[in-house]
C-alpha cells in the first residue's frame, strides 16, 4: 500500500443534493491536504456541473483500488451497494452518509457529514464484516457465469405473462418443484430489502445465515426458509418452463437463465466490510427505519442509543 492516504468517495451524482454532498466532503478532504478519490463516470458528472472542479484522483487510473483507505458514500442503500462492488475483494471499509429514503445500509445522516469525515480521518469507527453471498450459474454441469451478492440473488421470471418452472435445493437434495414468479436467496443483511417485500424474515445481522423465499409460488410448501452459513441453495430452472428467467444480484449484475440453467449461493469466502461509527442495538434501527410504533411500551429504562 502506498503512504498517500486515498479516500474514495461514491456518490448519486444525478442527484443534486448527492453531488453537492460529494463536492462538499472533496473540500473538507482537500482542506486537509488530502487528495479525494473518484470513479471516472463520477469525475465526468461533477466536472460538468462544476467546470471548475479539480483536485482530486481518479480511481483506476491515478490510485489503484488496492490503495483505497475507506470509502465515504453519499447516497441511498442502491450506491452503498455501488460501493461494494467498486471496492470487492480490498479491506477498505465502507461508511454510508444517508440522502435516500430509507438507507438501511448507511451510518449517519446529511447533518452529520463534517462529523462523519472527521471520524473517518482518524479511524474512529469499527469494522463490521457482512455475510455475502457466492453466486454461480452452471449449465450442463459447467459454470458459465459467476458473481456475488451482498442483499440477494434472485431468480426471476424473464416474462411478465409467464410462470418460471423452478426446483429448489438445499445442500445439494431437492426440496421442491413448482411454478412461481421467482425465487429469493438472502443474506441477513438483505433480509431488510427485497427478502422482506416477498414476506421473508428479518433476521439480525450477527446471524449467520441464508434465508430462501419464493415469489408468488403455486405451491403447497412454498414457506421461506433459513439454513446455516455453511449450507447452500440451489434453484433449477426445470426445462418444462416457457421462456427463460433471469439471475438478479443485488439489483445491479443480471445474467439470462435458459431452460436447464442452475444457480447455485453459498457463503463467500469475502464478506463486505462496512465502518461503524456507533454500537446501536439493531432493534433500534428497526424502529428508526421503518418508523415502527412503540409507543407505551413500558420497559427498561437504560441509557438511549442513536439509533442509526
Known amino acids: 500500500m502506498s503512504a498517500a492516504r486515498h479516500i474514495l468517495i461514491v456518490s448519486h451524482t444525478g442527484r443534486r443534493d448527492s453531488l453537492d454532498a460529494a463536492l462538499e466532503v472533496c473540500s473538507l478532504l482537500a482542506a486537509v491536504d488530502l487528495v479525494p478519490v473518484l470513479p471516472r463516470d463520477e469525475f465526468d458528472d461533477m466536472r460538468a456541473a462544476e467546470p471548475t472542479f479539480s483536485g482530486v484522483d481518479v480511481l483506476g487510473e491515478d490510485v489503484k483500488v488496492d490503495d483505497v483507505e475507506s470509502v465515504i458514500v453519499l447516497g441511498g442503500d442502491g450506491t452503498i451497494l455501488r460501493a461494494a462492488e467498486l ?5 477498505a471499509p465502507i461508511v454510508g452518509v444517508n440522502l435516500g429514503h430509507v438507507g438501511f445500509l448507511a451510518e449517519s445522516e446529511r447533518d452529520d457529514l463534517h462529523d462523519t469525515v472527521q471520524r473517518v480521518l482518524s479511524f474512529d469507527y469499527e469494522v463490521e464484516e457482512r ?3 457466492q453466486v454461480a450459474v452452471l449449465v450442463d454441469g459447467a459454470t458459465v457465469y459467476e458473481t456475488w ?8 421470471k424473464a416474462a411478465r405473462e409467464r410462470m418460471l418452472e423452478v426446483v429448489i435445493e438445499v445442500d445439494g437434495r431437492p426440496l421442491s418443484s413448482f411454478g412461481c414468479d421467482g425465487v429469493v436467496m438472502s443474506t441477513p443483511t438483505g433480509s431488510t430489502a427485497y427478502n422482506f417485500s416477498a414476506g421473508g424474515p428479518v433476521v439480525w445481522p450477527e446471524v449467520e445465515a441464508m ?21 447452500s441453495f440451489a434453484v433449477e430452472v426445470l426445462s418444462r ?7 438478479w444480484c443485488d439489483g445491479r449484475r443480471a445474467h439470462t437463465l435458459e431452460p436447464g440453467a442452475r444457480v447455485v449461493a453459498r457463503r463467500s469466502s469475502q464478506p463486505v466490510r462496512l465502518a461503524r461509527l456507533r454500537r446501536a442495538p ?3 434501527r428497526l424502529v428508526a427505519k421503518f418508523h415502527l410504533p412503540v409507543t407505551g ?5 437504560g441509557p438511549r442509543t442513536d439509533a442509526l
Open 87 to 91: 471496492v470487492r475483494g480490498t479491506r
Open 131 to 133: 455475510f455475502a453471498l
Open 149 to 156: 451478492a451482498l442483499n440477494e440473488a434472485t431468480v426471476e
Open 211 to 231: 434465508i430462501l423465499v419464493p415469489l408468488s409460488a403455486h405451491a403447497l410448501f412454498a414457506r421461506p426458509l433459513v439454513v446455516g452459513p455453511d449450507s
Open 241 to 247: 418452463t416457457d421462456g427463460s428467467g433471469v439471475l
Open 282 to 284: 439493531f432493534t433500534d
Open 297 to 301: 411500551w413500558r420497559g427498561p429504562q
